[in-house]
């Protein structure tokens, strides 16, 4: 970056300790209140009529809040960001703080499957139109941008973990005038700057590697003080989807130690993927870290990646047969987790997701934790080889 901050810099995330913590605690205090008082009258006029910032009421402007925003901004070498309740609240208050009935929005396929389900029904029934493209095919992205007015990316993508080019995407859409919009949630903010790549505004679910430690549910949007300020004056308020002090406070917790934490998740994720391609009951894995060359702009990958299995290896008996990973949702945190595609597919409310979202009956997605890697492909090893007996 230009100002020589470097993400992985540890003591840097210390930067937004705040000068009137009157303890000199070196954890900020949680301001968990839901409203501020005034001095007098006169202070909270001058408020009123915007001649001060100053905290007011919690769904507005909180300082713990503020704090972790602040943070983010750093990290993403934005000049604002905004917290939100939850990734998908971050989502929804973006894209809807720039769209309109009768507006079209590009988005690239194998999309986070909520967002999927938003576009493809609230914003449905608001008359916005989605169409989706290959994020890695630019003549097509090229034919889809004239005439939209939200490019929507995430790279690499949910499930298959396609990674786009993203710098030029970027540009295509600012060539054609369109406002571009990346899910970062994958690659942290420490692995892809997409700020510094061209792209406007930066999503994160920050329920997954930003937290770390799964006990947390929030979200983040990072861009220009512009972007931010339209998304600060309408989205944020009337939708109320506010980010509470106590998860704020997690989350600066956690991006404490998000540079060790992501050089671990990458160290081992390269790791296992390399002996799973190798071995022989596994079809493909789905994994940018096993490609040649990452995509430009791409500087590390994390721990959440797919594989195929071959033909006939049990995958109940796999998902079965593990200790330390886990059968759950979600990812990024501390723990080992598996998803098996096949119990995806058979979730009532998504007849489609074989196509929306490419899952493969025979594909599992796992996330590779902080535990050792020698445990871990122990583990995975050992219910391999009890699924593939069958
Ligand atoms: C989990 C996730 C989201 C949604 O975030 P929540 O915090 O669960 O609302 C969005 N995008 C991606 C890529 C995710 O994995």
Known sequence: MTDGFDPFDHASLTVAHDESNAYDAVVPPIVQTSLFTFTDYDDMV???KGEKVRPVYTRGLNPTVRMFEEMLARLEGA????????GMSAISSTVLSFVEPGDRIVAVKHLYPDAFRLFGTFFKRMGIDVSYVDGRDEEEVARALPGAKLFYMESPTSWVMEAHDVASLAALAKSHGVLTTIDNSWASPLFQQPISLG?????HSASKYLGGHSDVVAGVVAGSKDLIGRIRG???PYLGGKLSPFDAWLLIRGLRTLPLRMKAHERSALEITKRLHAHEAVETVCYPGLANQLPPGLKGTSGLFSFIFEQGVDVRAFADHLSLFKLGVSWGGHESLIVPGQVVLSQKAQPNSAEAFGISPRSVRLHVGLEGTEALW??????????SKG
Do not use: R
Not at 199 to 203: A, K, P, Q, T
Not at 378 to 387: G, M, N, R
């Open 46 to 48: 001058s408020t009123y």
């Open 79 to 86: 000049e604002d960001a905004i917290g939100f309740a939850s």
């Open 199 to 203: 792209v406007d505004l930066v999503i």
């Open 234 to 236: 309408e989205a944020y």
């Open 378 to 387: 122990s583990d995975l090893e050992a219910a391999i080889s009890v699924a």
